[in-house]
């Protein structure tokens, strides 16, 4: 079922994308795909989600902390698509705008790899 614009809410394992500026830093910047973790209730009732940002840099074909998950969407049909699981963030998605992307959800497996990568880092399981 496709919700529309004013009933729609990030759920988890959702795709979506979201402004990232301001950043300092390493941080990313910019619109980027951004992976939700968060469940719809959450997401919905604090106006903030989190989750990992998604690029398609290259270079992180050897960060031991992304998770390729397949070729992007859109534009760079040619390119991977990396979760960095070494950032995770919250972010208010409304004052954002931000919209679901066209890739709509990650399938389980590589949703399954990205939780297991985060907790490599993060040890909450």
């Known amino acids: 079922m496709v ?3 004013s009933l729609w809410r990030p759920d988890r394992q959702e795709i979506i994308w979201i402004d990232c500026n301001p950043q300092v830093g390493k941080e990313m910047r910019d619109v980027h795909p951004f992976l939700v973790l968060s469940p719809r209730i959450f997401n919905d009732k604090t106006s903030l989600v989190i989750g ?3 690029t398609t840099a290259t270079y992180n074909a050897d960060n031991p902390f992304a998770v390729a998950v397949g070729k992007a969407d859109g534009r760079k049909t040619n390119k991977i698509s990396y979760v960095l699981c070494h950032q995770p963030k919250s972010f208010d998605w409304r004052l954002r705008a931000a919209k679901p992307h066209s890739q709509g959800k990650l399938n389980d ?3 399954a790899q990205v939780i297991e990568r985060l907790n490599q880092i993060i040890q909450l399981a």
């Open 3 to 5: 919700e529309t614009a």
């Open 52 to 54: 990992l940002p998604m």
């Open 109 to 111: 497996a590589f949703f």
